[in-house]
């Protein structure tokens, strides 16, 4: 696609209930990121991937949170038994080369605001 | 660990006036600094960047920004706001290039006619 793409843009979820947030990146990009946006705050890093790889995960809050990116393509991050201070705006970046490498740039997606109620 | 403060949450300006914020960085080894912007229900965009290679750095929509190591601060500028400029604006730092990103909190830019 044109762009980095999320879906659902707008979830709202019970206390208790797991949730699974996709992203779709861009076409070719080898890198995929994930990251957590509180209101009125920066986003916050989660983990990311290279191709299928997930190669640091030291950012996801606690083992309610995980990611996978099974294909090297589209990501998941599920959220398990989920409390109401996980609302917040979840955002996926994807880069065309390896995360770490000079010149790479972060393409983001429009995000998906989860509310847990 | 690296961190980013950003001074005002909030910053209004008039239109044809100089835009300034201001970001300043904490890191043990010498960052790389980057500017978002982020348009409402939009993903956040690169403004510019600085990779240890020139210390004033252009970006896109007539922004720059100066590295300043002595005053470890990476501040956003442009002479002269546009309307469309109204944003919210982040200040990045990362070690790593781009593994992982610390952000600041932002600062809202309000641009008034």
């Known amino acids: 696609g044109a762009g980095v793409s999320q879906s659902p843009r707008y979830k709202v979820t019970k206390r208790g209930q797991d949730v699974a947030l996709r992203c779709d990146p861009i076409s070719g990009h080898v890198s995929l990121y994930w990251y957590r946006q509180a209101l009125g705050q920066g986003p916050e890093f989660l983990t990311y991937?290279?191709?299928?790889?997930?190669?640091?995960k030291s950012g996801l809050p606690n083992d309610r949170f995980s990611a996978e990116r099974p294909e090297g393509s589209i990501s998941t991050l599920t959220i398990q038994r989920t409390e109401q201070r996980d609302s917040a705006m979840y955002r996926c970046a994807s880069s065309l080369g390896l995360a770490g490498a000079l010149g790479n740039e972060q393409f983001f997606g429009p995000g998906t605001r989860l509310t847990v109620l | 660990a690296q961190s980013v403060t950003q001074l005002g949450s909030h910053v209004s300006v008039s239109e044809g006036a100089l835009v300034l914020l201001r970001c300043n960085y904490s890191?043990?080894?010498?960052?790389?600094l980057f500017w978002y912007v982020q348009y409402p229900n939009q993903g956040l965009q690169l403004l510019l960047k600085y990779t240890s290679a020139a210390t004033l750095v252009k970006g896109i929509n007539g922004f720059e920004a100066e590295f300043k190591k002595s005053e470890t601060s990476f501040h956003l500028t442009k002479p002269s706001a546009h309307m469309s400029d109204a944003a919210e604006y982040f200040c990045a730092v990362s070690i790593n290039y781009g593994q992982n990103f610390v952000f600041g909190p932002g600062t809202r830019l309000s641009v008034l006619p």
């Open positions: 890191s043990s080894v010498p960052p790389y």
């Open positions: 991937f290279n191709y299928e790889a997930q190669q640091d």
